[in-house]
């Protein structure tokens, strides 16, 4: 696990520790995390590699060209670039402009840039950092634009990408914005939740968070779920074991030209470890001849023997389904809660408030435009603050909200989220969100809690398509019947 910070909580732990050390200390170990990274980048590239520093005018652009001064000291063809002419605004980023100054050193102009790309540099993004709140215009669009057509060899961000929010993981100004794309991020005193979803995955490359020598105490605003914290939830198995060890599980939809997705969500149950599965379609049974362990059940029949029930994978809209939807919210049963029962919600918000009231967990499992419905936002709303729809969602609901998409993001009725470090396009194909459906309702059924259980469920997901870009680099052509044999494969790290 990695704690993740937001904004307000990296600039109280900078600034209580600027008041103790001063800010020279603080940039002065920034700059050397970004000059190691550098270095060590460098030294696999050809010996004349120019490294090419891009300096903006608040302490950002002073880690940068700290790090460019002491790149040189090791030896290494370090050059620096400022954004702005004259001396930078920020008090700590003008004494190291004076100090380079007073060595000899000199600034390039961003007119400059075109020269040196040229030659095919190694870069560092020091333009701005998390305090940007506008979107990038003039020479800052302009070398974004001149690097992205260029041939380099990599960026490193200092703090961030430029252009980038750390708090959400969108480029400021939205579609009309600009950002930097890295290969590296060097992250100062902690992780950003903005690094991790959204559009931020096509920018910040490879994330290394540089602590800075802070101890503190802090806690953090939310996690990273990746392989450790996995690890740590999945429990081997034990000898004396049978199905019932492993919950009955029910899947509620199927209805007529959808039966695929709740096998799909019945699959996916079993990939993940659930004892017995059922599917109940409201058009007749929906069987699965490549499945037989699938058990079929009436769909008004009761609920009993059964542990766990996943509804809405190809549930419909039809009033069958809404009564079906009303006497799962009904039970005293754990749900997953997905696709038309997410818009039956959205379309009957007393049905949100029976939810909201419920003492048994549920999960629910939207996209962004399923999120958008019952929140009453666009889906471009909820893209461009992915972590707070999340968190809105979980309160008004008082189910855990897994938000999919880049970077999915599982938030707490009380409180705290995670975003999922693992999964990748190749999950962009239809069926795909009901194998994951079924994957978190296995996992409840086995006995995790609701707020483990949604991003267990969809790191093992992730992981599941992460497996097969290995094999397939493209990540095209991912069948939703093909993963959760993947999902299998990925629960074995424990």
Known sequence: MSALYRTSTIRAIEHEWIARLGGGVLMDRAAAAVSDAAARLARALPRATPIVALVGPGNNGGDALLATAKLRERGFPAQALALLPGEPSAQDALAVWKAWRARGGSLGAMDDLPGWLARSPLLIDGLFGIGLVRPLDGAAALAVSRIDAASHRGLIAVDLPSGLDAETGTVVGGAQGRAMRASLT?????????????????????????????????????ELFDEARARALLRPRARDSHKGSFGSVLVLGGAAGMTGAALLAGRGAQAAGAGKVFVAAPDGPAFDPGQPQLMTRPFDAGFEGIDVLCIGCGLGRSGRALEALERALRTALPLVIDADALNLLADAPGLVQVLARREAPAVLTPHPLEAARLLGRTAREIQADRIGSACELAARTGAVALLKGAGSVAALPGGGFSIIDAGNPALASAGTGDVLAGVITALLAQGHAARDAAPLGAWLHGRAADLWQRTHPSGAGLSAAGLPALVTEAIQLQ
């Open 186 to 222: 060097v992250t100062m005193i902690g992780d950003k939740p903005g690094l991790h979803t959204g559009t931020a995955l096509d920018h910040v490359g490879r994330v290394q968070v540089a602590g800075l020598e802070l101890p503190h105490d802090t806690p953090a605003d939310g």
